[in-house]
T-cell receptor
Framework: DSGVTQTPKHLITATGQRVTLRCSPR?????VYWYQQSLDQGLQFLIQ???????AKGNILERFSAQQFPDLHSELNLSSLELGDSALYFC????????????FGEGSRLTVL | GESVGLHLPTLSVQEGDNSIINCAYS??????FIWYKQESGKGPQFIID?????DKRQGQRVTVLLNKTVKHLSLQIAATQPGDSAVYFC????????????FGKGTMLLVSP
């Protein structure tokens, strides 16, 4: 158990809909990262937050947004969903904002029909 | 369990053999590298890391070798066990100062009893 909690574990929705994925980092970790894992693209970095502020942005679509709250949990919002958004979405956390080990949650499996 | 990739390079070994998983990285400025293991249906799990000022680091049953000249990483697993069966990812930190890891495509390791 990495200590990172993600909900929901599975989510099935329709095209055009909006969903919110939730992540609670390990106790004491200030950074939260979101990754998308699909069969053809592997693990793609989406976005990082450190202590409530956005620190780095990767291949995140404009239809997606995220935030980190004062209690350090984070939410990833996916809107106007398309079939190609079906993937595993992982949250990871780390202690600081520098280089170091990331601790991953077990992921949220999103299926868009 | 869930598959994390249908077209991954696959290494098949017998239990007790030594395994070597290779990874080529792309950015000569990367200064930190990590190997992750992902079992079916789970999030990536840290195995071992190495900084660019080193060329070898050993853990328990695992060794990581870094060749900066040819931008190559390898993970050696001694006395491979069926529980080592998983997808293995190398990741590099391309944005010094932040844990913005970029992951490789992964290699599936299958260990037969």
């Amino acid at each position: 158990d990495s200590g990172v909690t993600q909900t929901p574990k599975h989510l099935i929705t329709a095209t055009g809909q909006r969903v919110t994925l939730r992540c609670s980092p390990r106790s004491g970790d200030l950074s939260v990262y979101w990754y998308q894992q699909s069969l053809d693209q592997g693990l793609q970095f989406l976005i990082q937050y450190y202590n409530g502020e956005e620190r780095a942005k990767g291949n995140i679509l404009e239809r997606f947004s995220a935030q980190q709250f004062p209690d350090l949990h984070s939410e990833l919002n996916l809107s106007s969903l398309e079939l190609g958004d079906s993937a595993l979405y992982f949250c990871a956390s780390s202690v600081g904002r520098g280089t170091g080990e990331l601790f991953f949650g077990e992921g949220s499996r999103l299926t868009v029909l | 369990g869930e598959s994390v990739g249908l077209h991954l390079p696959t290494l098949s070994v017998q239990e007790g053999d030594n395994s070597i998983i290779n990874c080529a990285y792309s950015n000569s400025a990367s200064d930190y590298f990590i190997w992750y293991k992902q079992e079916s249906g789970k999030g990536p799990q840290f195995i071992i890391d190495i900084r660019s000022n080193m060329d070898k680091r050993q853990g328990q049953r695992v060794t990581v070798l870094l060749n900066k000249t040819v931008k190559h990483l390898s993970l050696q697993i001694a006395a491979t066990q069926p529980g080592d069966s998983a997808v293995y990812f190398c990741a590099e930190n391309r944005n010094s100062g932040y844990s913005t890891l970029t992951f490789g495509k992964g290699t599936m390791l299958l260990v037969s009893p």
